[in-house]
């Protein structure tokens, strides 16, 4: 038996700043390096001298996995990676490098630029950073060093987000990140192999929702809007420029051609053309509609979608404005509901979970008046949350569980309340420890490792002609029941392999040697009868087997099953029977040899 440890550096028993480390066989890995939403200081960021507090990271780290572009797994990367100083490999998706730099100067440009944070990556760090990175394709095994692979699986949730199964020696674990298991307008449904993992590490930010239908949400939200807009309002969505932003842009758009709506609809200056940009880049990763429509029809080309500009935040009039980031922690979006809040007449949609400290979860939570930056806000704006998190629910958890079929799950990402419900609900339905450890709590999984044994195509051909006594045509196979295969078990480095035995000679130049066994009973047999012996003999020995050939091979020996067993009358003068065998045949020769001994005074 062996352990996998986990210790949250972030994400454990919270939502935000994901950062786990794995410790398992000789290697350790961490998934995911993000940062918290709600903490505005050093707390933002893992406490990575948990780690270490001296000496090089990188001899600590055997590598950094990164499952997707947001914030909340990957905003500490370049911090970690040129400030702390690791560089070892990191690992992630082709479209999750092109747009973490992205999202993480943006960031940059918040924190320092506008808000004077001082202690912050700069610029040139997010670029040393990403030069560390080596992507990943899907399905693709990657060997990091001789003991250590990864290979990732379709998450869903945002373009190029993946989940990894980890793999060291016999022991494995998968890291889900975030993930999807309903389809949406343009990204598909996580998925992956029946690989059964010793543990499965997954996301738990949705543990007691099991969702509505899509369509009926979808209504929901489209109805609300026009409810707004028609009085003449301004609707706020706060989003993340990647993700829930195109699948409600693809919403609206689809609306607003079919009603022949004029109310204008504004994204974020910038982030809509990016956007758009890597969608056309990294097609492959989106659904099958939008993969087979792409060519004579892009749906990330919005028309009635423009770019918002500072100076329509004071204009008259309805209009819709897609803002980022989306949980009205600091930008573009933090503006607009300063301006918007205090009147009725608007509307706030809040389309995705919030992390506890940001703006969005106080105005969720029912708060009327709000402190931002000295300033208090008057919340008097329609405050409306509609679930379009590309998140997995209970249910779609569970069905991930029965996919990968691991041995033991753990649970992260996630509030503890609810954590804890889920995890007596995967320990009663599946028979299987669940455990949710805390941030700087270390979780100890005791694994039993099974080791695969390659049987040689010789052998097993032999097996079924001894057993059947001749080798069947592929159409008349018939599923063997049970039985025995004898062979010789041979380790090598690849992996251990049971081989025939002439196999086995051949391969090691061995000379074959053979045991034999022979054994005399003495029956109880009168002179006078001596020349009868042997006819009666035969006699015997067929009734006591009579499932078994019994032929005649001299005047004085009996062969049983092809002479696999001898009985034999050694002189013409002598009452003794010697039985013979050899080591190939040992069972039949004992039980021939039994039957005999118990049997053969008493029959003669």
């Known amino acids: 038996m062996s352990n996998i440890k986990v210790v949250p550096l972030g994400a454990g028993q919270d939502v935000g700043r994901s950062c786990i480390l794995v410790s398992i066989g000789s290697k350790c890995v961490m998934l995911d390096c993000g940062m918290h939403m709600g903490y505005n200081d050093n707390r933002r960021f893992p406490d990575f001298s948990f780690i270490t507090e001296s000496g090089r990271l990188s001899e600590h780290i055997d590598c950094v996995i990164i499952s997707h572009f947001h914030l909340d797994h990957c905003g500490s990367l370049p911090y970690f990676s040129e400030m702390v100083g690791y560089d070892g490999p990191i690992y992630m998706t082709h479209p999750t490098k092109a747009i973490c730099p992205v999202l993480l100067e943006d960031y940059r440009r918040i924190s320092v630029d506008k808000k004077g944070d001082t202690n912050f990556f700069t610029s040139q760090m997010i670029k040393a950073c990403m030069k560390k990175v080596i ?206 809040a205090e009147d009725e007449k608007n509307m706030l949609i809040m389309p995705g979970y919030c992390v506890a400290g940001t703006i969005g979860h106080k105005v969720l939570s029912g708060m009327k008046k ?142 074959p040697h053979e045991i034999k066994f022979s054994c005399i009973i003495n029956p109880d047999v009168r002179s006078t009868e001596l020349h009868q012996l042997p006819d009666k003999l035969q006699s015997v020995v067929e009734k006591l087997l009579p499932d078994h050939s019994v032929m005649r091979l001299s005047e004085y020996s009996i062969g049983i099953d092809y002479s696999t067993v001898l009985i034999e009358i050694p002189e013409p003068s002598s009452t003794k029977l010697r039985i013979s065998w050899d080591f190939k045949h040992n069972q039949l020769g004992e039980s021939v040899y039994s039957k005999l001994q118990m049997n053969i005074s008493r029959l003669l």
């Open 135 to 340: 992507t990943v394709n899907l399905h693709q095994t990657i060997q990091v060093d001789d003991e250590l692979q990864i290979k990732a699986y379709y998450a869903g949730h945002v373009l190029g987000a993946a989940m990894f199964l980890i793999t060291v020696g016999m022991q494995s674990f998968v890291y889900t990140g975030d993930y999807n298991m309903t389809p949406d307008r343009h990204l598909g449904a996580a998925s992956i192999d029946k690989c059964r993992p010793d543990l499965l590490i997954t996301e738990s930010t949705y543990a007691t929702t099991i969702r509505d239908s899509k369509r009926c949400r979808e209504r929901d939200f489209l109805k609300k809007l026009l409810e707004c807009v028609e009085k003449g309002g301004k609707v706020l969505i706060p989003v993340f420029a990647l993700g829930r932003a195109q699948e409600l842009c693809i919403l609206l758009e689809t609306l607003w051609d079919r009603m022949n709506l004029k109310v204008p609809i504004y994204f974020t200056q910038g982030l809509a053309e990016k956007a758009n940009h890597y969608y056309k880049l990294f097609i492959s990763w989106t659904n099958q509609k939008i993969k087979s429509t792409f060519a004579e029809n892009n749906m990330f080309e919005f028309k009635h979608i423009k770019a918002f500009d500072k100076s329509l935040t004071s204009q008259p009039g309805p209009m819709v404005v897609f803002a980022t980031p989306g949980m009205l922690h600091a930008g573009q979006s933090l503006n607009l509901f300063k301006n918007w």
């Open 370 to 511: 709000i402190e931002i930056e000295k300033k208090l806000i008057n919340v008097r704006l329609s405050v409306q949350y509609m679930s379009f998190s590309a998140h997995a629910d209970a249910k779609g958890i569970m069905q991930l569980i029965r996919q990968a079929e691991p041995k033991n799950v753990m649970l992260v990402h996630g509030e503890a309340e609810k954590m804890e419900f889920l995890k007596q609900k995967i320990v009663k339905e599946f028979g299987i420890d669940c455990f949710m450890p805390a941030n700087g709590e270390t979780a100890t999984i005791t694994t039993q490792s099974d080791i695969p044994v390659k049987v040689s195509d010789r052998l097993l051909k032999r097996a079924l002609e001894e057993y059947s006594g001749f080798l069947p045509a592929k159409k008349a196979l018939i599923k063997p029941s049970h039985y025995p295969v004898e062979g010789v078990l041979v380790v090598r480095d690849k992996g251990v392999e049971v081989i025939d035995r002439c196999e086995a000679e051949s391969q090691l130049g061995l000379v």
